[in-house]
């Protein structure tokens, strides 16, 4: 009975050590795919599968994303509050833009490279989500409701072919968006995902992710 307790003891300072290295954690790495895909990603299809891979380029190791006519995505559960990790950072790289594209119509409802935080309901149809994407028409900055389902608010970090085959490093106050898009203070976030798709359009797209990962404090906002 004596070990029993010790174990219950053992398992409690484990659970506390934890969430005191968690509390005061200043960054807390998503994915930077060095050692593969880590596990704890699951695939999400729609409509067909999109190809995620983990490659080398140079010394570096990322997500390489092939889609052509298809829509899947890889979603990384992970309950965190926007209030101590407001900052969300990752780099991309895409090799084309969606000629099609189009984020105010269904049939353009396609995107080279996304990354969003999805904010999980009970009642999922009031599930909501903030995707950050390379738009093709959407000016930069600005930001429309998905022409499928309203409470998913679709933000044009980068937009156009201009900086098509540069890795690009993204910094954004998550926080900040959601209050600025909804109107109202964020809830907890669920997951993180990523998604390149191409069924709408039918077209090819190529991209790529890299050093996913979120931060407790607000530095300086810069491109």
């Known amino acids: 009975m004596r070990y029993h307790w010790v174990l219950i003891f053992l398992a409690f300072l484990f659970a506390f050590s934890l969430a005191f290295t968690q509390a005061i954690q200043r960054v807390v790495i998503i994915d930077d795919f060095e050692k593969g ?19 080398k380029e140079g010394d570096n190791y990322v997500l390489r994303a092939e889609s052509t ?31 099609k594209g189009d984020a105010s119509k269904k049939e353009g409802d396609d995107y080279p490279a996304r990354i969003y935080v999805i904010f999980p ?36 970090v980068e937009s156009g072919p201009f900086r098509v085959g540069q890795w690009i490093t993204e ?40 050093d996913i990962r979120i931060e407790r404090y607000r530095p300086e906002m810069t491109n």
Request: aromatic fraction near 16%.
């Open 37 to 55: 895909l880590r596990p704890g990603w699951e695939i999400k299809r729609f409509e067909g599968e999109t190809d995620y891979r983990v490659v």
């Open 69 to 99: 006519g298809t829509a899947s995505g890889l979603i990384y559960k992970f309950r965190y509050s926007l209030k101590e990790y407001p900052i969300l950072t990752w780099r991309w790289k895409v090799e084309n833009i969606l000629l």
């Open 121 to 156: 309901h009970w009642f999922p149809p009031l599930t909501k989500s903030i995707n950050y994407i390379w738009a093709n028409r959407l000016p930069k900055d600005s930001h429309v409701p998905n022409t499928y389902y309203s409470k998913a608010i679709m933000i044009a």
């Open 171 to 210: 910094r954004r106050d998550v926080y900040e968006d959601y209050r600025r898009v909804f109107g109202e203070e964020p809830p907890e976030a669920g997951a993180i995902a990523i998604m390149t798709d191409t069924d709408q359009t039918g077209e090819h797209a190529i991209a790529y992710y890299d």
